[in-house]
């Protein structure tokens, strides 16, 4: 979505747009007025679905260089390397082995991960597996709650605790209640075969457990950290298996997580992007801290936009309007309690 990541005063601001957002907005109605401000904000395209060319219209890309198909000027970072504070390593005791998280459509893969749990609990009686799937009308599997039943004997569902959520999706549930399941966990399984920025994954490293998965769930990370025991690497659906089971078998060593941090936390990451973002052609040479930043707005989604997408999956605020309240309501609160909503700007103390 249009994320506001800083508000204009004695050196630019910082805004990133989504590559949907461009196609359909900046592109169309929005242009002239984005463009009318050019002299106040450093834009940066947040590709979506990768690889892309970076565009003229921004100065910089919030993506990595493997994404990058030409030689625009590129962050290497995007919003998987921001998984909210809130999701942190704890203390709590790890009793959930595995947890997946996700929405129902093809491209997660559904009855793939049935079909790996039903396999692991025929090896490893005592597993215990948590699913928290949001499902909407559009769902693939149509219907994976029946599909669960279907697959799995009444003993095994003792086991394996699926949480369906079907309102107010695709978030039906807040950050601190996410994080519990993350904190409690052993591994974190994700069986999409082709996405490459799973903001799940995010969150799990950043709950410092290690991710099974095919090889583009890592891309975002440092090539040090696309392997054991942070990455156990499954680009074959006969890997799951064995894959979860060595890493369930390392979880009694904790996963280290002081070099990680600064790659998937907020709190370590934003250092680096500030002193990224300084750098861009376009910034005129003004140091943006991190005290300047708005760190806590890259928690978002990049699935949400302003607009253009379909139910509750939307910003209601016009791009114009986003950049205007903004400013408007930028210096009437501190920062730390100034944050997005689904429907506007939200403005925690009233």
């Known amino acids: 979505m249009a994320c506001i990541l800083k508000i204009p005063n004695d050196s630019k601001g910082v805004m990133s747009f989504t590559s949907n957002e461009y196609r359909e907005l900046i592109r169309g109605t929005a242009g002239s007025y984005v463009a009318s401000q050019k002299d106040k904000w450093v834009y940066l395209l947040h590709h979506n679905w990768q690889p892309c060319h970076h565009i003229s219209f921004f100065d910089a890309s919030l993506c990595n260089p493997t994404d990058l198909l030409n030689t625009g000027p590129c962050l290497d970072m995007d919003c998987c390397n921001f998984a909210p504070e809130i999701f942190n390593p704890g203390t709590s005791e790890r009793d959930i082995d595995v947890i997946f998280v996700t929405r129902a459509t093809d491209f ?162 934003i250092h680096t992007f500030a002193d990224r973002i300084s750098k861009i052609p376009g910034s005129e040479g003004h140091v943006f801290t991190v005290d300047e930043l708005y760190g806590r707005n890259l928690d978002i989604r990049m699935g949400r936009h302003c607009e253009i997408s379909v139910g509750e999956n939307s910003l209601k605020s016009s791009i114009p309007e986003l950049m205007e309240a903004a400013i408007k309501h930028a210096h009437a609160i501190p920062k730390d309690t100034y944050d997005f909503e689904l429907d506007a700007i939200r403005l925690e103390n009233g």
């Open 108 to 269: 997660k893969r559904i009855p793939v991960f049935y079909s790996i749990c039903k396999k692991l609990m025929e090896i490893k009686p005592e597993i215990r597996i948590v699913l928290i799937c949001s499902v909407d009308e559009n769902s693939k599997p149509k219907d994976p709650k029946q599909l669960y039943l279907d697959t799995f004997t009444r003993e095994e569902r003792k086991r394996f605790v699926p949480l369906f959520f079907d309102y107010d999706a695709p978030f039906s549930v807040d950050k601190h209640f996410m994080a519990h399941f993350y904190k409690t966990s052993k591994v974190f399984v994700h069986t999409a075969n082709g996405e490459r920025h799973s903001r799940v994954c995010s969150y799990a490293w950043s709950s410092g457990i290690p991710v099974v998965g095919h090889g583009n769930l890592a891309l975002f990370l440092p090539k040090q950290f696309r392997a054991q025991p942070y990455f156990y690497e499954s680009n074959s659906d006969d890997l799951y298996v064995p894959q979860i089971l060595k890493a369930l078998k390392r979880s009694k060593n904790p996963m280290p997580y002081d070099e990680i941090k600064y790659h998937v936390n907020e709190v370590y990451s």
